[in-house]
T-cell receptor, first 111, second 115 residues
Framework: AQSVTQLGSHVSVSEGALVLLRCNYS??????LFWYVQYPNQGLQLLLK??????LVKGINGFEAEFKKSETSFHLTKPSAHMSDAAEYFC?????????FGAGTRLTVKP | KAGVTQTPRYLIKTRGQQVTLSCSPI?????VSWYQQTPGQGLQFLFE???????NKGNFPGRFSGRQFSNSRSEMNVSTLELGDSALYLC??????????????FGPGTRLTVT
């Protein structure tokens, strides 16, 4: 079965600073990988997805993630944080009809 | 195009009761998945329906069940509610693909409180 580990349940950055949210996965077959964002009292919104095409994936709102098979990682980055980026972020792995989410990382952006 | 809608948005039930939650997918989407989100367990996959058939199932007891109608709308039912069933229940719809999970679009969720 697949699994996802998000390192750091809480990340705090200053506005304009680099955002780095870490995600490591485990899968016995080549997986699909996703990053979702959840704002308070809302559902999840897809930021980006990896489906075995380019290893550097660009998503919405200036986010991108790089698939590194050797490190089994799919870290999410954004060069410059904005106040509106404050939310909870979930990494997810899908393979063989199964979908697993990480525990989530809450991003706080300080002015 | 309208997004995924879930009704009701909030629900309060008593232990032992049963509850039915509804999900209307995006028009044209035929796959509907359900998730339970709690602070302790995070996001957990309940089940997925495609063309009125349950295609995948998570590790939840039989008290949790679902169905999908011919118009792709889906319902999930929880019988004999327990306090631990208090959670945000999220529905997601997607276009079907051959393998794995394609891009999913989530609804706002139904917040269930069991007292």
């Amino acid at each position: 079965a697949q699994s996802v580990t998000q390192l750091g349940s809480h990340v705090s950055v200053s506005e304009g600073a680099l955002v780095l949210l870490r995600c490591n996965y485990s899968s016995s077959v080549p997986p699909y990988l996703f990053w979702y964002v959840q704002y308070p009292n809302q559902g999840l919104q897809l930021l980006l997805k990896y489906t075995s095409a380019a290893t550097l994936v660009k998503g919405i709102n200036g986010f991108e993630a790089e698939f590194k098979k050797s490190e089994t990682s799919f870290h999410l980055t954004k060069p410059s944080a904005h106040m509106s980026d404050a939310a909870e972020y979930f990494c997810a792995v899908s393979a063989l009809g199964d979908m697993r989410f990480g525990a989530g990382t809450r991003l706080t952006v300080k002015p | 195009k309208a997004g995924v809608t879930q009704t009701p948005r909030y629900l309060i039930k008593t232990r032992g009761q049963q509850v039915t939650l509804s999900c209307s997918p995006i028009s044209g989407h035929r796959s509907v998945s359900w998730y339970q989100q709690t602070p302790g367990q995070g996001l957990q996959f309940l089940f997925e329906y495609f063309s009125e058939t349950q295609r995948n199932k998570g590790n939840f007891p039989g008290r949790f069940s679902g169905r999908q109608f011919s118009n792709s709308r889906s319902e999930m039912n929880v019988s004999t509610l327990e306090l631990g069933d208090s959670a945000l229940y999220l529905c997601a719809s997607s276009l079907p693909s051959g393998t794995g999970f394609p891009e999913q679009y989530f609804g706002p969720g139904t917040r269930l409180t069991v007292t």
